[in-house]
Structures are given as C-alpha cells and as structure tokens.
C-alpha cells in the first residue's frame, strides 16, 4: 500500500505542476509511467489495468476529436478565425462575436480542439487590426472553458463525467445549459469592463509580419459540409439515445476517415494522443489507488464531517478546488469512481461539469485550454502574464461559480 500511494501521490503532483519536479516527464507520461509502475509493481494486475480503462469514455473522446480534426483539416477553424476577426465593427462588439463562436463551437466540437486550431490565427488578425490581442485571446479562452460546460461533448471531463454516471446528452443539456449561456454574457462583460479604453495598440505594434499572416484561408466547402452533416446526425442521435454514445462517436469517426479527397492521416493527426494516453494511465493509477481502500477511507471520513461527495453542492464546490490543484480531466476521473449512481446522476454530472469547468478559467493551468491560449500567444510575440489571466479569470470564474451555485440550490 505504502508503494501504491507514493506513486500515485508524485502521478498526482505531475498533474498539479504540469511535471515532475526535477525531471523533463509531463501530466501524459507521469501518468503513463504511474500506470506502468503499478503494474511491475503489483499494486494491479495486467487484467484489472486492462479492465480498468473505461473503453466507452475513450471511444467516445477519440469518435469526437476525429470529427473535429475533419472541421480542421477542411481549413473551417481557420476560416471561422478570420471572418470573426475581419468583421467591421466596434472592438467591443468584436469581443462578443469572439465570446459567441467560442461559445458555441466548444460545446460541440470540444473546447482543447477548437482552441487549438483558431488561436493562432486569432493572434496574427488582430495584431495586423492594430488591435491589443490580450483581451480578445483571453475572452476566446474562457468562452471556450465557460460554453463547453453545456453539454457532454463539450470537453473530455464532460464525457468522463457523463459516461460514468450513465447521463444522457438532453439531461446533462437540460440541466447545465442554462448556465453555460449566461457565462458568456459574464465572460464579455469583465473583459470589456477591464480593458475598457485599451483595445487598440501603438501603431507600430502591428507589424508587417503579423499582416502578412493575415492572408485569406482557403475553405473546402464540401468537406466542411460533410463534416457538418456527420456531426448533426451524431448530435440527433446523441439525443434520441438509441444506440451507446461511443458507437455513435466511432461510426461518425469512420464515415469522416473513408475519404476520397483528405488523406486519413491527416485527420488523426488532429487527435490529441497525449490526452487519451493521459486518460488511460490514469484509469489504471486511480483504479490501483482505489483497490488499497484508502479513497473510500478517506470518503467516509469526510462524509462524517460533513462533506458528502453525492450531494451536488459538495461535489461542485470539491471539484472547483480540486480541477485548479490538479486539472479538470484528473479532477473528474479522481472523484467519479466514488460517486453513488442513481436518481441524483443528473444533478451530481451537472455539478462536476459546472464546477470544473467555470474554476478551470482561475489560472493559466486550471485547464489546456488556458495553457493553449498563453503558449501559441507567446509564439506569436504576444506575452499574456499569469497576472494578465489571473486578472480577468479570477472574477470570471467566481462570479460563474457563485451563480451556479445558486442554479444547483435552486434545482
């Protein structure tokens, strides 16, 4: 026992810190070499390993990064960046239409993927606007975090969350899209409200390098079509709930890689291996922590003092402090496993999908997606401080916390 809780404590100190203090290992491979290490250890068997990755999950994010990576390859991320960025408005109405479409693609397409995809553009658009791109990066970002948070496609810990207490996509919908749409109007409003006065830069500031990049994208228009069609009738099917959702996922997945035009290779490469690897060790990590009894333990305990993780407000307050010490996905994979399935599934999914969600705009590492964001910022000569985040996260995140508090009490 004592090996099995040492390995998992320094897996888990990874995924805080985003490494292994001293050593060149990320979240992914601490906890590829987490799992490996119970293994060869004894604390699992290569059976219980086995058993222990939930393939339901991991069919369902790899079906959803593979129809996602169709969008990006057809060059839609790129093209949807510039119109928005080009559009001739106000700075302030700009921020808004940034806000919406990261809204509203991350709940459909997965917030990491579409961050991904359209930050870089964003950055070179905005410098070549002579536009300060901090504000509009950061409000792209937490609308990313904020409007995934609606639905069970909207981020890994949603699936996650979703799969392991048999919620279905309406009811998870039904229950925490309502506060998914009133936290862009929250994430607008603190980011206009801060950088009011300060949208434009020096004029110098935007360069001839930056405009450059500002060249139109091109746009496969049938490709983008079928990746559309393929994601409305996932998405229908989703709903109407006849068939499990990873089959659905993976069979959309294969529709999109036969493909006479866009080599299948291309596609795959979108898929974010490191993420399913991360989620894979740790299914093995958290499953050969839970055999020794101390997670159950350590529940009950706190249960007696009052922390009951099976009641929605606990669970949601537990999981916001928990996804900003060591992330949103190991956040949700710690606690799921322990959480009693029932009647209350609906309310206990919808407080980990709020909790995680909102919190994870705190701090640059609350989620990849703020990491994403700061890291392809920083490529692009645009420096966003933890200061510059925290600044505007920090109140975003409370405020979406606090109401939606209010919203599960009121549930």
Known sequence: MNV?????ILVYIAMGFGKLPGFKIDRTGAAVVGALAMMA???ISAQAAWQAM????????????VISGAFAVSGFYAWTAQKVALLPISPAKLLAVFVLVSGVLSSMLTNDVVVVAMTPLLVSIT??????PIPFLLAFCFAANAGSVGTMIGSPQNMIAAQALDVSFVELLKLAGVPALGSLVIVWGVVAWLYRGRWTLPQQAASAPAAAQATPVVLNVTETLKAALVMAVTVVLFVLDIWPQEIVAL??????LVNRSIASSDVLQEVDGNLLLLIMGLFVVNAAMAATGLPQQVLGDLKHMGV?????????WTSAVLSNIVGNNPAVMLLVPYLQAGANSDALCAALALGTGFSSNMVIFGSLAGIVVVEQAKASGVNISFMDFAKAGLPVALICLLLSALWIAWL
């Open 4 to 8: 099995t809780l040492l390995i998992f």
């Open 308 to 316: 009951n993780l099976d009641a929605p407000q606990s669970l949601f």
């Open 251 to 256: 069979g959309a997945a294969g529709i999109l």
């Open 54 to 65: 939930d393939y339901k999950t991991l069919g369902l994010l790899f079906g959803l990064m």
């Open 41 to 43: 250890l004894g604390s």
């Open 127 to 132: 410098l070549a606007r002579g536009l300060n």
